[in-house]
């Protein structure tokens, strides 16, 4: 598929969220507005809240990895996607994008494969059972070093 900048002209770089259970939306919505960004909420479920004229809710149908894939089939160089899944930040990473995790975790080509290997060892520990599959509780200063990493990489990116 295309990317949608060429569609739309634009020039700047586009925010992909991925948007189901996503913890940070109103806070991407926020540096997006401040840098006049456009913002792609993708998710497989309708979302509701308010959003301004650069935003975008874009409603896939249910089931696995459909949010995932619009998201890598369209994000490109330059682009930040916003994802807890570390699968999704890889196919990311490997188009050139910036990736940031919802806990303000940036992803990069030198620990993408480390967070990939606890990935699937956390997942044989939950299938043997010895782990329960617990996921530490979201807290403010994941919040406040959300906001701090984004801003700082969307600055970034406008440097370059």
Same mark, same amino acid.
Request: glycine fraction near 6%.
């Given at each position: 598929?295309?990317?949608?900048?060429?569609?739309?002209?634009?020039?700047?770089? !586009? /925010?992909?969220?991925?948007?189901?259970?996503?913890?940070? #939306?109103?806070? @991407? %919505?926020?540096?997006?507005? &401040?840098?006049?960004?456009?913002?792609?909420?993708?998710?497989?479920?309708?979302?509701?809240?308010?959003?301004?004229?650069?935003?975008?809710?874009?409603?896939?149908?249910?089931?696995?990895?459909?949010?995932?894939?619009?998201?890598?089939?369209?994000?490109?160089?330059?682009?930040?996607?916003?994802?807890? !899944? /570390?699968?999704?930040?890889?196919?990311?990473?490997?188009? #050139?994008?910036? @990736? %940031?995790?919802?806990?303000? &975790?940036?992803?990069?080509?030198?620990?993408?494969?480390?967070?990939?290997?606890?990935?699937?060892?956390?997942?044989?520990?939950?299938?043997?059972?010895?782990?329960?599959?617990?996921?530490?509780?979201?807290?403010?200063?994941?919040?406040?070093?959300?906001?701090?990493?984004?801003?700082?990489?969307?600055?970034? /990116?406008?440097?370059?």
């Amino acid at each position: 598929m295309e990317n949608t900048k060429h569609l739309y002209n634009y020039s700047m770089l !586009d /925010i992909y969220v991925d948007a189901d259970a996503c913890p940070v #939306k109103e806070e @991407v %919505l926020r540096v997006a507005m &401040r840098h006049k960004l456009r913002v792609f909420l993708v998710s497989n479920s309708w979302i509701n809240m308010a959003v301004g004229a650069n935003v975008q809710k874009i409603l896939v149908e249910a089931g696995a990895d459909i949010a995932d894939n619009w998201i890598a089939e369209r994000i490109g160089e330059g682009d930040i996607a916003i994802t807890a !899944d /570390i699968l999704l930040a890889d196919r990311c990473l490997k188009k #050139k994008a910036s @990736v %940031l995790g919802t806990t303000g &975790r940036a992803f990069n080509d030198d620990n993408i494969g480390v967070a990939k290997a606890m990935r699937d060892l956390s997942a044989h520990l939950r299938e043997t059972g010895e782990s329960s599959g617990y996921n530490a509780v979201f807290s403010k200063q994941d919040r406040s070093r959300f906001l701090q990493t984004l801003e700082e990489i969307v600055q970034l /990116i406008k440097r370059r």
